[in-house]
């Protein structure tokens, strides 16, 4: 099985060059929902799955290497629930993260990096405003406060 340092060099190596919305690189979101899931008592496999959470949805890596990497199937299955796919509907994607066990709690990690104010700020008013109110929906749709 892979160590959790070498599914965080992975990740970090799968979205080198990537930034996020506000220009910052990628992997400073990937290390925040990490650090999140942490926090709030994850296992290993929870914050394995951190590390991973966007790589299939953002091309970083295949639903092939996932398959076939050296990963306890726990974080498979979370890894695949929080990857959205095209023009799915957000209902069907949370009903799909709360349908597995421990994705959920990344999830939540994830939404509270993306809601930071800090990191909102940095956003044009329009992108704020959409993702803001993303982020409620989200939120309300799998049962979490706030």
Same mark, same amino acid.
Request: hydrophobic content about 40%; overall charge negative; glycine content about 4%.
């Given at each position: 099985m892979l160590t959790l340092a070498e599914i965080e060099a992975t990740a970090r190596?799968?979205?080198a060059g990537q930034s996020d919305k506000s220009g910052r690189p990628y992997a400073e979101h990937l290390?925040?929902?990490a650090e999140g899931v942490r926090a709030r008592g994850g296992t290993? !496999?929870?914050i394995a799955a951190a590390w991973l959470h966007d790589a299939v949805e953002d091309d970083a890596l295949t639903e092939q290497w996932l398959t076939e990497?050296?990963?306890p199937q726990s974080v498979r299955d979370m890894v695949l629930a929080l990857t959205k796919r095209?023009?799915?509907e957000l209902p069907?994607?949370?009903a799909?993260?709360?349908a597995v066990p421990g994705a959920l709690l990344v999830k939540e990690a994830d939404l509270a990096h993306? !809601?930071?104010p800090g990191r909102l700020a940095e956003l044009d008013e329009t992108t704020r405003n959409r993702l803001t109110q993303k982020y409620a929906r989200t939120r309300a749709l799998l049962g979490l406060e706030g």
């Open positions: 190596a799968a979205h290390q925040a929902v290993e !496999s929870q990497a050296e990963l095209p023009g799915e069907a994607y949370t799909r993260i709360l993306n !809601s930071d």
